[in-house]
C-alpha cells in the first residue's frame, strides 16, 4: 500500500512539470569569469591556447562572453582534469597557485557544470540487471544452495572498468532463455516438492580419515596405495540404500596410469574395478543394505596397477612423474530405512514452509500459499511485494497443486520459478522517499533501495536478515555507520574485494592470463630438445638402465619441466590474494590508502616469496611479511598481479605497465589521439649492427611528435618496472643488457630505479591517487560512467581522504554519503541534463494518476 | 509456392531424414516444420516465401565467421588466377566453393577522430559498416549488423531467428580496448544500434538449446515440456513488466525496454513455436563444456553451427572465432608469443611466418566446417555449402599497421547457385557493407541499406 500511494505522488510530479530553478547561473559568477578566470587562462595557458596558437587543437581565448565560456562543459572537464593531474601546464612552464587552481576549478564546477554544490544532483541512472556473479550470490542466499552462475552464463560486458554498470548490462533474448532455464533448474533442486521424504544422510570427503594419519579426504592418488574409512550411524534397523557418488580425474603426458579400486561396506565387497586416466568423470552407485542399528563402516582401498615385466615391452617408463591420476568417493548418502514411520522433511523444507504439512481445506491451502509466497517474494524482490503479483502467485500455484496427483508443494515450487523469472528479481528496481518539494527533480531513495545498494556494494549480494529489519522499520539510514562496519567486517565483504579491487587492480585476470615460464627464463629451446629426446624414446626408457649421461639429461629434463610448471595454480592464486590482502589489510585496519602505492609490508606465502626471491617465508599459507628496508617490493605496481597481467604471453610489455599506472592509479586524463598511426619503419636498419633494446625502440618511437604525446606518458613508468620480468621476477638485465630503469614523469619528476619511483607516486602523486581511487568506487557504488556533474561529489571525498590521510574508511563513507548513492532522479533537470528527455506519461500513467 | 511444389518438398523432407543419419554430426528431422509456416505466410504475403529460399525451394542461409589481428597478407592473398597462398592452403581441395574477394574496406573502423582503439573499434564495424561511438559504457552506439537486419526479416521462418556463436571466453576485466565499452569488443552482432546480441560460448548450452537437455531419447519431451514451463512463466513475467514499466522514470525506462523487447520476442517466438512444437533430434552426444584445446573448441562451435542449419534451426548465424585483440598463444603450432603481439611484428620475417601459421590454424578449422557443410546433403539433392552463403574475415586488414583497407575476406557457398566461386574476384575499393547488401539482395529480403553501403558487387554466376 504505501509503494501505491508512493508511485501515485510521483506519477504526479512527473505528469505536472516544473519550471527549474536552477539554470540561470548567478550574475555575480558569471561576472568572475571575465574578473578572475579570463586573466588566469591567459598567464598560464595563452602561449599555447591563446593569440592565434591552438596546440592540440584546443584554444582557450575565443568565447566573445561568460556564457558562450560556459556553454561547453566538455573543454572545461578537460582543462580541469589537465590542472589537476599537473600534466598542464608542461613540466617546464610556471605552475599555478593552488588558490588560483582552486578559483578555476571552482568556476567550471558552478557555472560550466552547473553543479549546485548546496544541492547536488545524483545524476541519471539506468536501471540494473543483477550481473552474472551477483545473480549466483544473490541465488545461493535466496534459496541456500550453491548456484555457480558462471557455468550457465557467458560473461558480461564491462562499461567504465566494471560490470556492474546499468548501461552496460544488455540484455538478450538467449539470456532470457538462460534465466527461464536457470529459474527452473534453481527451484527444481532447492525447493522441495513433497512434506515428508525418508530419513536420510550424506558422507563427504572430509568423512573419511586414512587409517595411518589425520588427513581427511577421500580423493585418492592413483599411483599411490591408500585406504580411507568413515562410519556412518543409525538407530532404526531396516532396508537401506546407499548412494555413492565417484570421480575419475587426472591428467597425463606420455603415459596414463592404471589401478583398482576397492570399495566395502560393512567388510563386504561393494565395488572392485580397474581404472585409468579419466576426464573428470562421474558416476553414481547404489547399493541396498539391511542394516541393524548401531554404527556401520564404509571403507575405500585404491592399488596402483603394477607396471608389467619389463621384457612385454609396455611399461610405463620414466615418465610417470608428469601424470596424474586421482580418484574420488565424492559423496555418499544413506536413506532409510524404507519402511520406517518416522519420516522427515526434506532438505530446506523450513526455508520455505512455515508449517509442518499444508493444510487440506481449500480456503486454507489458498491462505497458507498466499503467507508462503508472500513471504519468499518479498526476500527475493527486495522489498515489499504488490498484493497483485502475489494473486498471480497463487493463481500459478493452484493450477499445479489442484491437479490430481500433485503436491502443495510442486505448486508453490511451480509459483517459485515465476519469481526468479520477474523483472523485479533481474532487476535492482529503486524507490524513491516522496519529496516534499513538489517541483524535486530527485530524492532520497528509500530505506529498501538503500539497503540493496549497500548489499550489492560491499557483498555482490542481495540484504540480509538485519538490513531487511532495519529497512522495514525505517531505521537504516539512522545506523547507517554501525551497519558499514557491520558489512565489512562480515565474509561477504570479501565479496567486495573480489569483484572491486579484481576489476580495478584487474586481479581477476591472474588466474586466466598465459604466460610461457620456458620463453621468459630463456629455457625454451633446450627443453623442446630435451623433450623430443625423451618423447621418442619413452617405451623403452627405465631410468636404473639409463647412461650416465642419459641419467643427467633427464635430471635436467625434469628441473626444465618443473620451470615450466611453475605458473601454476597455487601460484596465481598466491599472486592475487598477496593484491587483495594488501587491500584487505587496509580495509580491516583502516591504514592508508597510500600504502597501495609504496609499502614496507606485503603478504606472501613460501611459494610466492620465492617467486620474488624473499627468504624466511615456510608454508603454503599466506601471511603479512615486513619487507628489508632496500627491498623493491611493496606497493602494487611491484606485485606480480599487475606486472603478470600486463605482460604478453613471452615478455613483458613496458607500454602495458605505464598504461595501467596511468588508468587505474593516478587518472592521468589521455591526450589528444593521433588520426593515424605511422608505422615504425626498418627498426632493425636504425640500430645498425645491434639488436636495439625495448628502451631504444621506445626512444625512437617517442621522436614522433604523435607518438609522443601518449609515449611520453606511459613509458618511463613502464621502462621503471623493466627490472620485472613478464612473471614478475627480478632481473638486471635482459639479453645479456643491463636494464636501466631511470626515468622521468610527465609531471617532471626524475627517479632513477622503482625504489625511487614508488615514493615519487607516494609522496608527489597522492592527490591524483585519491582522485583516480574515488572514481573508481564511485563508478562501482553507484553503478554508472562519471561524468563532469560528479566533478564536486569527487571533490568533497578526495579532501576528505587528504584530510584522513588517506584512510580506507574516508573514502568508503565518502561514496556512501555521497549523493549519488543516497539520492535517485525522479525526472530529468530539463536545463541542465539536455541529453535525456522526458517521455511524455503513457496513457496508463495518466490513469494512475487520476483520483 | 504452388501446391505440388510443396508436398514434393515434404518429400524431400523424408529423404533428408533417412540420410542424415551417419553424415558426420547424426540428425533425425521432423517433416520441415518451417514449410507450414512459410505456407501460412505465403497465403498472406506473396514475397514472404522468397526469402532465404534457393531456386530449388531450399533454405539459403547465411553466417559470419571473424578472425582477429587482421592477417599476414603476403601469405594470405591468393594469386589473380587463385593460386592459394600458404594460409590458405587447407582449402585446396574446396577451392570451387568460395571466392576470395579483396578490396573491400571498412572506413568506420578507421580511428578517424576517434583515435586508439582500433581492436575494439574494428570488431564493432565488422558486420554493422558503422562507426562506434567512443563511449566506456554510458551510451553505446554503432548499428544493426547484417545478421541481425537478416533475422529481423525472414527470422519467423525457422525456429530460431539467428544463432550467435563464439569459441572465445577469455575476458579481460577493468576497461577494455583505449575507452571503448567492452560491448564492441565481444560481440559481432547487433539487433538495433545500442543492443549488441551476446554470443553462446558454451557448446552444451547450444545443443540443448535446439534439441533439448538429457540423453538423445529423453531430449524432445524435454525440449517440450521446457516450451510448456517458458509459456505459463513468460504470461506472469509480462505482467509483472506491465506493472513494473509503469512505475520507472524516463531514463530508466529507456533501459527497460530492451528487456521488454525481448520478452515480447520470446513470447511470440513460443506462440509462434505451434509450427516448431515437435524440436529436430540429433543423436549427437550432449557436449560436456568447453574443450580446453582452441582448435577443438571452434570445432565444436562449427559442429553446432552445422547442425543448426541442417536442421534448418536458423538460416542465421555468426561465429565470433576471437575477439579483436585477442593475445591468444599457440603452443600447439610452437607458438608461444600472444597473437596480437606477434602482429605488431614491424615486418620481420620470422614474425610474420608466425602470424600466417596462425592465420593458417585459423583457416584449417574453417575448411573443416566447410567440407563438412559440402558433405551434408539439403533437402533439394545439393550440399548445404551449395545453399549457404558464408563470410569469413575481420575489419582489420594488416595487424602490424592496422589498415582497413582490401580486408581478408572469403565468401564460401554458392548461395543456391546464385554466385559464382573459384575465384579471386578483384573488386575497385569501396565499402565491405556493399558486400552485405548484396548477400541481402541474394536472401530477398528488400532491405536497401545498410551501414556505409554504396551500391553491390557483382558476384552472379557466369
Known sequence: MHIHVLFVRLMVVISIGTICETCSADSTSLDSYDRDIKPLLQKYCGDCHGGGSSDGNVTLDHFQSAEEAAAVPELWWKVLKNLRSGVMPPADSPRLEDSELEQIAHW????????????????????????????????????????????????EDSGGGFDNLGDALTFSPMLMEKYLQAARAIVGEAVPTVCKVLPHQTLVGSDFQREDSKTRSSRLDGKKSATVEATASIDEPGDYTVACRFKVDGSFEFDPARYTVLFRIDGQERLSQEFGWGDDQYFTQTYDENWSAGEHAFELSLEPVVAKAASDGDDQGGSREDTSVHFELVSLRIEGPTDTKRLVHPDRYERFFTRDEPPLENAQREAYATEVLRRFTNRAYRGPVDDSTIDRLVKIAQETYRQPEATFEQGIAR???????????????????????????????????????????????????????????????????????????????????????????????????????????????????????????????????????????????????????????????AIRRETEMCFEHIVSEDRSLLELLDSDYTFLNEKLAEHYDIPGVDGSEMRRVELAKDSVRGGVVTQASMLVITSNPTRTSPVKRGLFILDNLLGTPAPPAPGSVPELEDSASRFGDHEPTLRELLAAHRENALCASCHARMDPLGLALENFNALGMWRDSEHGQAIDPSGSLITGEEFQDVRELKRVLKDQHAADFYRCVTQKMLTYAIGRSLDFRDEETIDRIVQRLESQDGRFSSLLQGVIESAPFQKLRIKAPETVDLSSKITPPSTELAKVTQP | MTHSQSSGRRCDALRRRQFLRGIGVAVALPAMPSLARQRAVASESPAANEMATTSTGAPLRIAFMSIPNGVQQDHWFPSDNFELNDSMRPLESLRDHFQVISGLDHVHATPGADGAGDHARANATFLTGARARKTAGSDIHVGVSVDQVAAQTFGHLTRLPSLELTSDVIRNSGACDSGYACAYQYNLSWSSPTTPVTPEPNPRQVLERLFGSGDPASRVNNYLLRQEADRSVLDFVLEESRDVERRLGAHDRRKFDEYLTVVRELE??????????????????????????????????????????????????????????????????????????????????????????????????????????????????????????????????????????????????????????????????????????????????????????????????T
Do not use: C
Not at chain 1, 436 to 449: I, K, N, Q, R, W
Open chain 2, 268 to 461: 511470440s517466438r513460443l506462440k509462434s513455436a505451434e509450427q516448431f512444437r515437435e524440436p529436430p533430434a540429433t543423436d549427437m552426444p550432449t557436449p560436456r563444456g568447453t574443450p580446453t584445446d582452441f582448435g577443438d573448441y571452434m570445432q565444436i562451435m562449427y559442429d553446432m553451427l552445422l547442425l543448426a542449419f541442417q536442421t534448418d534451426s536458423t538460416r542465421v548465424a555468426s561465429l565470433l572465432l576471437a575477439y579483436d585483440g585477442s593475445n591468444r598463444s599457440f603452443p600447439q603450432l610452437g607458438i608461444p608469443e600472444g597473437h596480437h603481439h606477434l602482429t605488431h611484428n614491424q615486418r620481420d620475417a620470422a614474425l610474420a611466418a608466425k602470424v600466417a601459421k596462425i592465420d593458417q590454424y585459423y583457416i584449417q578449422h574453417f575448411a573443416d566446417f566447410l567440407n563438412k557443410m559440402s558433405q551434408t546433403e539439403d533437402v533439394d539433392g545439393n550440399s548445404l555449402l551449395h545453399n549457404s552463403m558464408i563470410v569469413y574475415g575481420g575489419a582489420i586488414a594488416d595487424g602490424n599497421r592496422h589498415t582497413h583497407e582490401n580486408l581478408p575476406v572469403i565468401l564460401a557457398g554458392h548461395g543456391g547457385g546464385a554466385i559464382s566461386t573459384g575465384r579471386h574476384l578483384r573488386v575497385a575499393s569501396q565499402p565491405m557493407a556493399n558486400l552485405f547488401v548484396t548477400m541481402l539482395d541474394e536472401l530477398g529480403t528488400g532491405v536497401g541499406q545498410l551501414g556505409d553501403s554504396t551500391g553491390r558487387l557483382d558476384l552472379a554466376a
Open chain 1, 415 to 573: 509459483a517459485m520459478v515465476a519469481v526468479l523469472a520477474s523483472p523485479r528479481f533481474l532487476f535492482r528496481l529503486e524507490n524513491v522517499v516522496p519529496p516534499e518539494d513538489p517541483d524535486a527533480t530527485f530524492g532520497l531513495v528509500d530505506e529498501y533501495s538503500l539497503a540493496s545498494r549497500l548489499s550489492y556494494l560491499l557483498w555482490s549480494t542481495m540484504p540480509d536478515d538485519e538490513l531487511f529489519r532495519l529497512a522495514e522499520g525505517g531505521m537504516l539510514r539512522a545506523h547507517l555507520a554501525q551497519q558499514i562496519d557491520r558489512m565489512m567486517s562480515d565474509d561477504r565483504s570479501r565479496q567486495f574485494v573480489r569483484n572491486f579491487v579484481g576489476q580495478w587492480l584487474r586481479t581477476r585476470d591472474v588466474t586466466q592470463i598465459v604466460i610461457d615460464p620456458l620463453v621468459v627464463l630463456g629455457y625454451e629451446e633446450e627443453f623442446q630438445s630435451l623433450r623430443e629426446n625423451f618423447r621418442s624414446r619413452s617405451r623403452r626408457l627405465r631410468e636404473e638402465e639409463m647412461s650416465e649421461d642419459d641419467r643427467q639429461l633427464f635430471a635436467r629434463y625434469r628441473e626444465l619441466r618443473s620451470i615450466q610448471d611453475r605458473f601454476d595454480s597455487d601460484l596465481r592464486t
Open chain 1, 108 to 155: 567550471i564546477k558552478t557555472q560550466a557544470f552547473q553543479i549546485r554544490t548546496d544541492h547536488i544532483d545524483p545524476g541519471s541512472l539506468s536501471v540494473r540487471r543483477l550481473n552474472r556473479s551477483e545473480y549466483g550470490n544473490t541465488v545461493s542466499d535466496l534459496m541456500g544452495i550453491e548456484f555457480d552462475a558462471a557455468l550457465l552464463f557467458p560473461p
